[in-house]
């Protein structure tokens, strides 16, 4: 499973940098990508929960917001799910903010 996280990973965080407002770097470890939404805090979302709760209602994902983590701009997505589930949810979250 290691090697398939690995290929998740790099396929998924490129992706995740090419939506409009995300930043992403390569994580090191663990199954996590931690998305700096920064860039979209201001007239249309107040907080990474804002943008958290607009993943949920407007494309039916769930992320993780970074303020648990005492990062309040960014949000933790998981790349611990199928490669259909994760290219379905880059092609929502483009949709949306693209």
Known sequence: MTAEYERRKNWFVPALNEIDG????????????????????????????????????????????????GADGFLRISYATSMDNLQKAVISMNKIFG
């Open 22 to 69: 995300f930043k992403c770097a390569i994580p090191e470890g663990a199954f996590y990508a931690f998305v700096d939404v920064r860039e979209m805090l201001g007239e249309n979302f107040a907080n990474s929960a804002a943008v958290a709760d607009h993943l949920l209602k407007e494309a039916h994902i769930v992320v993780t917001d970074g303020e648990g983590f």
